[in-house]
């Protein structure tokens, strides 16, 4: 089974500040499994990014992602009040798995 | 619109089984897979399995063999899973999800509302 470790778990930030979250693996896989996620409070989760690196439809384009081996990297380039959230890494392999999430808080 | 509507909460007993549904809408319920996960209070998600509602075939994290069963019916558009052997860690919201059709996307596009599952004695 693959494991995704996140981190870190909670990120304080201001608005309009950077926001750099990192998904690391336990071992390698095809960079087009891995998934962002974003969940705010009392809603479920809301695709963000797939392929590692490809915004999903409706997403504002402050949200990248790339990868480098086992790293993913989730970067949000100037944080508005709405993606102050819980954001999770998925890989889709054959048995999927998340990581254990990092939550985006306002400082 | 596609729309996956759960079951309402359910209160259970340690050792009881629990069956939650997800009823899609707006889309060909055969075309896409059906995955369940859950999550604890406060906890991240935890992927459960997946079924093909075309073939009915599934498949389940090894954590939950055995006491996972996913089953769904076409005539209503309807996915099931049912949790045997409640415990109070299995205490969580049951979230049902699609399969994006887009073959690039290995992700979850549309998510159910989720089902509040509690185990207490």
């Known amino acids: 089974e693959i494991v995704l470790t996140q981190s870190p778990g909670t990120l304080s930030l201001s608005p309009g500040e950077r926001a750099t979250l990192s998904c690391r693996a336990s071992?390698?896989?095809?960079?087009?499994?891995l998934t962002w996620y974003q969940q705010k409070p009392g809603q479920a989760p809301r695709l963000l990014i797939y392929?590692?690196?490809s915004r999903a439809t409706g997403v504002p384009d402050r949200f990248s992602g790339s990868a480098s081996g086992t790293d993913f990297t989730l970067t949000i380039s100037r944080l508005e009040p709405e993606d102050f959230a819980v954001y999770y890494c998925?890989?889709?392999?054959?048995?999927?798995?998340f990581g254990g999430g990092t939550k985006v808080e306002i400082k | 619109q596609v729309q996956l509507v759960q079951s309402g909460a359910e209160v259970k007993k340690p050792g009881a089984s629990v069956k939650v549904s997800c009823k899609t809408s707006?889309?060909?319920?055969?075309?896409?897979?059906i995955h369940w996960v859950r999550q604890a209070p406060g906890q991240g998600l935890e992927w459960m399995g997946w079924?093909?509602?075309?073939?009915?075939?599934?498949h389940s994290a090894r954590k939950f063999q055995g006491r996972v069963t996913l089953t769904r019916d076409t005539s209503i558009s309807t996915a099931y899973m049912e949790l045997s052997g409640l415990r109070s860690d299995d205490t969580a919201i049951y979230y049902c999800?699609?399969?994006?059709?887009?073959?690039?996307?290995?992700?979850?596009?549309?998510w159910g509302q989720g089902t509040l599952v509690t185990v207490s004695s």
């Open positions: 998925q890989q889709y392999g054959v048995s999927l798995t």
């Open positions: 079924i093909n509602p075309n073939s009915g075939a599934t």
């Open positions: 392929g590692a690196s």
């Open positions: 999800a699609r399969d994006s059709p887009i073959i690039a996307i290995k992700g979850f596009d549309f």
């Open positions: 071992q390698i896989f095809n960079s087009n499994w």
């Open positions: 707006g889309y060909t319920f055969t075309g896409q897979y």
